[in-house]
C-alpha cells in the first residue's frame, strides 16, 4: 500500500511494525531511520532483515524522508519534538505520518510546538502492546495480532490519512479504536502508567531493605509476574511519566489513600471492610478478565 | 514412608500435597479432613482420587485423625487454631504434625492458645508455591517442584519431625530452607503480602472510576500480569493480612512515602531522580531474576 516507509526508531516498537508490514506486504521498501548514536541498533535491524535499508539524520534521512509515503515515527515520547525538528524541512503533503506514543498530550503540544499546528496528515496514534524488553531484538512479528491500537485524531486530521492508517494498522493485526486525546492520556494514566510507577517503587523499597538478597530469595511466581513491569525501560518510562504528570500525581495520591485506608481497617481489626476491598478488586478484575477477547 | 496422611482443607495447597504424595508413594492411605459444610469440596476431591477417603469433623474425623501417622493442616491461617481445637483430644504423640499457613508467628501463637506451648512434633511449613485459583480443581501434581517450602521450627520441635517433613516436602518436589520465625513473617510480608494489597487496591481504585469498564477496556497484558493477584481468594488474604498486620502496616506506609517522593520527583519535574529510582529498581529485579533458577 506504500511504496516507501520509514520507520524512525527501530525498536521494539518500530522494529515489530517493520517486520510485520514486510510480512504483510504494505510497503516496497522499508527504510530505518534515526541518529548516528543509534547505528548499533539500527546496523542490527539491517542484517536481520527488518528493514532493507539505514539512513541517518544528518546523513542520508532527509532525502529518505522527503521521498516517503508513510513515516511511522516510533520514539519514546521525550524524543518526539526533536524528531518533528528534523522533519520540518522535509514534510510531504502527500504522505502519511504516525507515531506510537505513550502519552498523546504531549505529543499534539511538541506538534504544535515545530509545525505551529498539528499537521493535517498527521495522527497520533498510541498502541497498547508492548514487552518489558526494547530494542531490535524485542520486535515481534505478531506484537500488535488482536491488540487494540488507539486513534487520538485532532480536528486537523485528515479522512485520508485516517483511513490509510486505519487499514495499515488493522494489517499489522491490531483493532483500532479512536478516543479524545485527554481522555486517552486519563485512561492510559490508570492503567499503564500508575501500575508502572506502583511496580518500579516497589521493587526499589524491598531493595533498599538490609535484607534484600534474601527478600528476593524468598520471592515466587507472584511477585515475579507483579513486578515484570519493573524491568522496562528506565528512559522510556521517565518520558512517559513527565509527560503525562498531571494525570498521574493525582492518581498516585488516590492509590495512597487507598492504601491508607486498608491500613486503617487492619490497625482496627475491621476484617469486614478488609474483605470487601479484596472481594470488591476480585470481582472487578474477573470482570476485566471476561471482556479480554 | 506413612502408613495414614490426613490433609485437613483438600484445596489447591492440600489437594496438591495429596496429588503428589499418591504419585509419590509416601502414605499407603489418604484422607481428606473437613467440615460438613465442605462437603461440596471434599467429595469433589474423593471423586477425582485426590484422597481416598473423605471424613467430617464431628463424624469420624477425630477417629481418623488419632489413627493418621502424619498430619497436614492445609487450611487458611484464620482457621487454624479452631483446626488445633478439634486436634487436642486425639493428638497423637507419635505422629508428625504441620501446616502450609503463610504467616507463621500467628499460627505459632494460635499453638501456644490451645495447646500452652507449641507440641514438639508439630513443625509450622510454608511452602512458596500458590496460584490464584483455590479449591480442589485448582490443585496441580507439580505445583512444589523446584519452589522453596519454609520450616520455621520453634525451640520444641523434635528432629524426628523435622527430618520426617523435610523428607516428605523434598519428595513433594520442594526445596527445603529454615527460618525464625519473625523473620519469615517479615519477608513475606515484603515479597507476597503488601504486593497482594497493592494489587487489590489498584483494581479497586480503577473500579471505583465512572469510566472503569472503559479503563479495563484497554489495559494490555502488562495490567493483565501486575493485577493476577488481586484474583486470589478475598477470604485467605484477609486471614493472612489480619494475622500478619504488625508487619505489613509499616510496609504500607513505606510504599506510600516511596510513591509520594516519585509524585514529588515528577512536581519539580527533577528528571535525574526519577530515572534513578526506576532503573535502580529495573537492576534490582534482574538480580532478582538473576537468582531465580
Not at 509545525?115 to 500488535?144: K, R
Not at 507483579?226 to 511519566?241: G, K, N, V
Not at 472481594?279 to 471482556?291: C, I, N, V, Y
Request: glycine share 8%.
Amino acid at each position: 500500500m506504500f511504496n516507501n516507509l520509514s520507520v524512525i526508531g527501530v525498536g521494539l516498537m518500530g522494529g515489530s511494525i517493520a517486520c510485520k508490514a514486510r510480512e504483510q506486504g504494505l510497503a516496497k521498501h522499508i527504510v530505518g531511520v534515526g541518529y548516528p548514536a543509534q547505528a548499533l541498533n539500527l546496523q542490527r535491524a539491517e542484517s536481520l532483515g527488518v528493514v532493507d535499508q539505514v539512513s541517518y539524520f544528518g546523513g542520508t534521512a532527509e532525502e529518505v524522508l522527503a521521498q516517503s509515503d508513510c513515516v511511522i515515527i516510533a520514539v519514546p515520547v521525550g524524543s518526539i519534538e526533536q524528531i518533528f525538528l528534523e522533519l520540518k524541512g522535509v514534510w510531504n503533503p502527500d504522505a502519511v505520518y504516525s507515531d506510537v506514543g505513550s502519552t498523546k498530550g504531549s505529543v499534539i503540544q511538541s506538534a504544535r510546538n515545530v509545525f505551529g499546528d498539528v499537521p493535517d496528515n498527521f495522527v497520533p496514534v498510541h498502541p497498547i502492546a508492548g514487552a518489558e524488553n526494547s530494542g531490535v531484538d524485542a520486535a515481534q512479528l505478531d506484537l500488535f495480532a488482536g491488540k487494540r491500537v488507539i486513534f487520538t485524531p485532532t480536528e486537523n486530521s485528515s479522512a485520508n490519512a485516517l483511513l490509510q492508517l486505519r487499514i495499515f494498522w488493522e494489517k499489522l493485526g491490531a483493532r483500532v479504536s479512536t478516543m479524545a486525546i485527554e481522555h486517552h492520556d486519563a485512561v492510559l494514566a490508570a492503567t499503564s502508567h500508575l501500575p508502572h510507577v506502583l511496580a518500579f517503587s516497589l521493587v526499589r523499597l524491598l531493595d533498599k531493605k538490609d535484607s534484600h538478597d534474601e527478600i528476593f530469595k524468598y520471592a515466587a511466581g507472584g511477585f515475579k509476574d507483579f513486578t515484570r513491569i519493573a524491568s522496562s525501560d528506565p528512559s522510556m518510562w521517565l518520558d512517559i511519566c513527565m509527560n503525562n504528570k498531571d494525570e498521574i500525581i493525582p492518581l498516585i495520591r488516590q492509590i495512597n489513600d487507598e492504601l491508607e485506608e486498608v491500613a486503617q481497617f487492619l490497625i482496627k481489626g475491621d476484617s469486614e471492610s478488609v474483605f470487601k476491598t479484596f472481594s470488591t478488586a476480585k470481582s472487578a478484575r474477573q470482570r476485566f478478565l471476561d471482556q479480554c477477547d
